[in-house]
């Protein structure tokens, strides 16, 4: 039994998506694949166009086999933490033979020669970067002046640190080579629209710009041709009942929790430094939404999707030391099921057996599998979709927050 892996936001799934689980089987050899999905909030600082049961479901019924929920302190985290989470989850499968990614340049050789060269952190790259560093230049920049430095040979490959498929690959390639993890890396080309394309593509559009005519026409017919059968029949069903929900729906909540938190600084969140606390004191006065005011503190030296984040985590109390305390006991403490093919169960029968952490399925059986730590992890999840979940109640006046409650929902089985 093979078994791939892929990592996934799924903001909405969209016809790329089921191209690349088709592919990554194909190119792999593999019987079943396994997606690691963020949950109800997405790397970009902001809620998930639609909840987590709803795309875990679209991606079974387009070949995922199972989908487990990375957990929301790594989903709202850099690119680094993001990738060393989710592989730190399919590596403690046991069960997990290689992980497929899409990138722009599709060269995995070239990719791992990245994430070697920046693992190893040679001396010259060390202070080439720090000098670039103090004289004010931007960190990504100084970071591909140090490469070039440093590695010399790649220096005519430079661009691909520009792409953010490409750096999220380099970040998969590293968590691998850092865990010295059995998992294979491969990639396959991305195709059709850019990531950062806002215009609807005549063959994959990005999730980008199916968000964006969305928004823009308030129509779903606008994307039929950018979404498989399947997921298109979802989404018609589910649209204007508990979906979409963007970043202003937490508008309110994010305002009453920075007011909360304002005497004490906003420092033990991460990512968020004393001159960003200071200047969210400062700007605070001027707040009327959320997306707003992550413009109001955008600076050159940090990018709208940083602030946004940050925003994120201050509005789901998460903290610095508690981030920094999973990474130092390993990352991953379970793995949650959001949903599953009926025709996997042997792929669940060999998790079951060979997996380093617990498999859950049902919530009420969670306090007595998992550590202390890995409880505490868990309750941030919960709470998060709880939040989701109270926006959107208040937002489609549908079910309340008692019937949609975590511990009552069931996982997707197709």
């Known amino acids: 039994m ?17 191209y690349q689980i088709a592919k990554a089987k194909e190119v792999t050899g593999a019987d079943y694949c396994i997606v690691v999905m963020s949950g109800d909030f997405v790397q970009r600082g902001a809620p998930a166009l639609m909840n ?42 046991g069960v997990t033979d290689t992980l497929c990614f899409g ?31 103090k004289s004010g230049i931007s960190y990504p920049n100084a970071r591909n002046m140090a490469l070039q430095a440093s590695a010399p040979h790649l220096s005519a490959h430079i661009g691909v640190m520009s792409n953010p498929n490409n750096i999220l690959g380099i970040e998969y390639c590293k968590a691998i080579a850092r865990r010295t993890s059995s998992i294979k890396p491969y990639t396959i080309h991305r195709t059709g629209a850019s990531y950062h394309d806002a215009c609807l593509d005549a063959g994959y559009s990005s999730a980008l710009a199916i968000r964006s005519a969305l928004a823009a026409t308030r129509s779903l017919s606008s994307i039929q041709d950018q979404v498989p059968a399947s997921a298109y029949e979802l989404m018609e069903s589910h649209y204007g009942i508990d979906y979409p929900i963007v970043a202003d729906d937490l508008s309110v909540l994010l305002h009453y929790q920075l007011l909360s938190e304002l005497s004490e600084g906003y420092t033990c969140h991460p990512d968020i430094d004393q001159k960003l606390s200071d200047r969210i004191v400062k700007m605070l006065p001027q707040y009327r939404d959320f997306h707003s005011f992550c413009e109001l503190l955008n600076t050159k030296n940090r990018t709208y999707t940083r602030i946004a984040r940050s925003m994120m985590h201050i509005l789901l109390h998460l903290q610095r030391e508690e981030l920094a305390a999973y990474c130092r006991e390993d990352y991953i403490f379970y793995a949650r099921m959001l949903g599953f093919r009926k025709n996997a169960r042997p792929l669940l029968s060999a998790i079951k057996e060979k997996s380093a952490i617990p498999l859950i399925s049902k919530l009420a059986d969670a306090d007595a599998l998992l550590t202390p730590m890995g409880r505490e992890m868990l309750s ?16 489609f006046q549908t079910a309340s927050l008692s019937e949609n409650n975590e511990y009552k929902r069931q996982m997707v089985r197709v």
């Not at 093979?2 to 089921?18: D, L, Q, R, S, W």
């Not at 709202?76 to 403690?92: I, N, P, Q």
């Not at 941030?380 to 937002?395: E, G, L, N, P, V």
């Open 2 to 18: 093979k078994t791939v892996g892929i990592i996934a936001e799924y903001n909405p799934f969209h016809n790329g998506h089921a």
């Open 52 to 93: 987590k049961y709803l795309r875990a479901e679209c991606a079974l019924n387009s070949g995922a086999d199972i989908v487990l929920e990375l957990p929301v302190c790594y989903a709202l985290s850099s690119a680094e933490y993001f990738a060393s989470g989710a592989v730190a989850l399919l590596d403690k499968l």
């Open 103 to 133: 990138s722009e340049c599709g060269d995995i050789g070239l990719l791992s020669e990245f994430a070697s060269q920046l693992l190893s952190e040679s001396k010259k790259f060390k202070s080439v970067l720090n000098l670039h560093l």
């Open 380 to 395: 941030k999840d919960i709470f998060a979709s709880h939040i989701y979940q109270m926006a959107t109640q208040h937002k």
